[in-house]
């Protein structure tokens, strides 16, 4: 059991944020468009870093905050966090400005049909709401943000409704594939017609549009509404939890001449005095913090964030510069794991450790080796394979053989062989696995590999969870046992 020091936990936390609220807009797709560059498919690819699922990525997360081989410190990483949630901040901003734009112009095309329809706020049987005026409206009265924002939020998405709004008024009809279909309009999306002459894009509102496709426009609008606020509420989320690592990073560096925004009076709080909201990112006095968090809120009377108790941290928990690095450079997981193996090893015992994905496998293959421990991985071909495990098979280890073997849990090349030399069995994080009888069965079958006839010694079987993440979670859910 591993409990995350508080800048990887941070890490963490922002992490499983972001992966949450892009998987709930994925869920509810919407046609992405290809002008925008950097849509949330993409921001979401970042998140993932070539992981499968949210899942994955967020076990990998537990093991260790970085997987490159390139040796960062927590606040290093931290560093590199804010840089690129920065930018994707960015490209969030641009994506909801781009289809506020879009959403803009096709009322305006709506409207030179339907001029009455312009706010249409009751559902009349056969019309559709007028959604764009609803989050206008919603927008000014700083209501715009399912679930709550705050004043900083709230003024960044004037701001970009605002230049949206300006933009269209410079361009009010353009061509926009986004609308192109629903609108009727068949101009094609291409320059250039099949004779190579130029032909000019459709800018107009398509003359003539019968009822249907007027009700099909309006709808449309509707839906992309949908998108727009799920783009808001992104927002939201990113300008939380960059505000977050902002605070962090600023009590590393020990930059602490900050006052608590309720009751200090102007005076500049002491180090110990400090505190930060995990779900918000605000910054203030402990005392403050806590007596709100009772509340279940922010000490910021225009922040709407949900907090609880779990999300106060301490400036003193994060460390001063030069101390911030308690987990090592590799994360507090892995340290604990290649300790606890260097001490096994040097008992003269022999270890299988079992890791699930590829790239996590090749860092703690990395750490093992950083660390003097030589280790030993089944790959290449049958032959190079085979030797490998004799090698791991000889009653007697040589002084210069490998003790470890390092193993994915789903190792089929390895699948049968007797490794009874070994007695210790780790597990880097608990298996990720479709269904309870598939967890178990790869489960039963690791152990097997050292608890079977033949095996001398006592087996040790070492679990690692850090402490209240998908971790113990899935362990949870597979077994049934709370470990937090
Ligand atoms: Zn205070
Ligand atoms: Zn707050």
Redesign the pocket.
Known sequence: KVSLPPQERGIYLEIATALQSLEMNGKRAMKSKKTTKGDRAERLAEVLEGSQSAEEALLKKTCTFDLSSESVTALKACERIIETREEQKLQCEEDLKNNCISALRQRLRILDHHPQWKGMKQTEKGEVQDRLALFVDDVAKNQSIAGGA?EEIHVAIKKILDSAQEEVKKVPKKYDSYYAEVNGDNTSDEDDDDKGKKRKRSTETPKNVSKETLYAMKFALREHMHGIRTLGKELCGRT?SL?YFKSVRDFQLSHTDIKCPSCSNGKTLRREELGV?S????VGCLKCLVDQADKER???KT???P?KFTNVVKATELGADGDHDEGGKHGAKLSQIVSNIKRVVDNGDRVLVFVQFQDLKQKVAEVLEENGLKTLQVKGTVLTQIKALDVMQKEVPGPKDPRILLLTMDDESSAGVNLTTCNHAFFVHPLLANTKQQYHAYETQAIGRVRRFGQNKTVHIWRYFAVDTIDTEIFKERTGQDVN
Do not use: K, W, Y
């Open positions: 705050d939380r505000r909201l779900s918000c990112g605000h922010c000490i910021h922040c709407q964030a907090v």
